[in-house]
Nanobody, 124 residues
Framework: QVQLVESGGGLVQAGGSLRLSCAAS????????MGWFRQAPGKEREFVAS????????YYADSAKGRFTISRDNAKNTGYLQMDSLKPEDTAVYYC?????????????????WGQGTQVTVFS
C-alpha cells in the first residue's frame, strides 16, 4: 500500500503560481511512477503530468506544457507540481497518483494509488 497526501492548493489570481506537493508513505517511493490529474466541476478527471520513478522522464498534457513542471524528491518521498502562469481554466481538484508497471504514463486506470485531492481555484 502507498498512501498519498496532497497539499499546496489554494486561491490564486490568474497569472500567479502555486506548487502542489504529494507526500507518499508506505513503500519505496522510487519504485512508483507518479502522476498528477485534475477534475474540474462537471468534467471528467484528466491527465496533467507524470514522472517516472527515477525522475528522468516527464510527460505533460498539452494544457500543461510550458507552464507546469513535475518533479520528485525520492529522498523526501515527495512529488511536486509547480504551476506557473495559471489560468481560470486550471481551476480544479488536483490529485496525485502512483503506480508501477504502467502501460502508459497518462491513463488513470494505470495508477494504483490516489490521494484525496487538493483544490486549486484561479480567479481573473
Amino acid at each position: 500500500q502507498v498512501q498519498l497526501v496532497e497539499s499546496g492548493g489554494g486561491l490564486v489570481q490568474a497569472g500567479g503560481s502555486l506548487r502542489l506537493s504529494c507526500a507518499a508513505s508506505g513503500r519505496t517511493f522510487s519504485n512508483y511512477a507518479m502522476g498528477w490529474f485534475r477534475q474540474a466541476p462537471g468534467k471528467e478527471r484528466e491527465f496533467v503530468a507524470s514522472v517516472t520513478g527515477n525522475g528522468r522522464m516527464t510527460y505533460y498534457a498539452d494544457s500543461a506544457k510550458g507552464r507546469f513542471t513535475i518533479s520528485r524528491d525520492n529522498a523526501k518521498n515527495t512529488g511536486y507540481l509547480q504551476m506557473d502562469s495559471l489560468k481560470p481554466e486550471d481551476t480544479a481538484v488536483y490529485y496525485c497518483a502512483a503506480g508501477t508497471g504502467l502501460k502508459s504514463m497518462y491513463l488513470e486506470l494505470d495508477y494504483d494509488y490516489w490521494g484525496q485531492g487538493t483544490q486549486v481555484t484561479v480567479f481573473s
